[in-house]
């Protein structure tokens, strides 16, 4: 049935006290409403105090607790550890709302290994962007959902696939995976012979190819070419080469980069008729390799036809 005078009111959220508001007097009977804005820092109960105080040693006290509820976005990734250099890597990207509200408006975002290729997404799609994103939508408290993506990694070494996650409510997520990739050579050996049949000395040419369908360069590669009993190598091109009775032996090739080929030729004359071997070993120390390429070239001259018509005269006979 006073005046309250000198009145100040203090707010104290989670033990953080505001400064002190004056009210000034208020009358018997009077009362005024005081609005204050909070925003939550972290997820829980939040303790609100409230405390006037006024000359005259007056003083009340009011407190609240408020239930602070929050999203909580969670992601994670598995990834294949091991590849070789050009195969398909295949990622499972799981996403949950471990909270208690209502994550909204959730968007995911990948970020692909460096120079990956052939990418597909999420949503079944091909990816067109390093950085590709898709709308995952709103995830109650609780929920869970798994996606599959895949693409192809080329880069050696360690290839590493990033997820991310954005609420609306700023809540956000992130998690990576890494995949060693391995690059090797893989060699091919193939041989054009001539086609034949062929007479009795003239030169031919034989084509060697070596491929490397690999990922890697090969290194130290060496080849030799044999020659059976009746055909002897007469001149080699396309790489440098030692001449032998019976076989080519071509210096080391240094290095057979991913993708290239690597073309010799050898040239030879046959002495004598028959189906005459041409043969070509190669080696490599890296990777350690071994291929064989034989091929037969028939050679035909005067003996041949006379015996041939030999026997067509005793069958006649016959």
């Known amino acids: ?9 203090n707010i104290a959220t989670s033990g953080v006290n505001s400064q002190p508001r004056s009210i000034g007097t208020l009358a018997a009977g009077e009362s005024r409403i005081m609005e204050l804005e909070l925003t939550a820092a972290q997820a829980g109960t939040m303790q609100i105090d409230a405390l006037a105080r006024g000359s005259g ?4 006290k009011s407190d609240l607790q408020v239930r602070v509820r929050r999203a909580e976005l969670v992601v994670q990734v598995s990834a294949p550890q091991l590849l070789y250099a050009g195969t398909t890597a295949s990622y499972k990207i799981q996403i949950a709302n471990r909270g208690d509200a209502i994550a909204e408006g959730v968007i995911m975002q990948v970020e692909l290994p460096a120079g990956a290729t052939n990418g597909i997404g999420v949503d079944k799609k091909a990816i067109k962007l390093d950085q590709p994103r898709w709308r995952v939508g709103d995830l109650s408290p609780g929920a869970e959902r798994l996606y599959s993506m895949q693409c192809d990694l080329h880069v050696s070494g360690q290839n590493q696939l990033v997820a991310r996650l954005q609420g609306a409510d700023n809540s956000a997520a992130s998690t990576s995976a890494l995949t060693m990739v391995e690059a090797i050579a893989d060699l091919k050996l193939m041989v054009n012979d001539p086609q034949g049949p062929i007479p009795v000395g003239q030169s031919v040419t034989y084509e060697i190819k070596v491929f490397n369908r690999g990922s890697k360069e090969a290194t130290d590669v060496s080849l030799v070419a044999q020659f059976s009993e009746g055909i002897e190598p007469t001149n080699a091109s396309g790489h440098r080469a030692d001449i032998v009775p019976g076989q080519v032996v071509f210096d080391p090739i240094e290095k057979v980069p991913a993708g290239a080929e690597v073309t010799v030729r050898v040239t030879a004359k046959a002495a004598q008729a028959g189906n005459l071997r041409f043969r070509t070993e190669l080696n490599c120390a890296d990777p350690e390799t071994k291929l064989v390429a034989e091929e037969s070239t028939r050679f035909y001259g ?7 018509r030999a026997a067509n005269d005793s069958s006649a006979t016959r």
């Open 57 to 60: 040693d007056l003083e009340a």
């Open 1 to 9: 049935n006073g005046p309250a005078e000198d009145v100040t009111v």
């Open 302 to 308: 005067s003996a041949a036809v006379q015996s041939a």
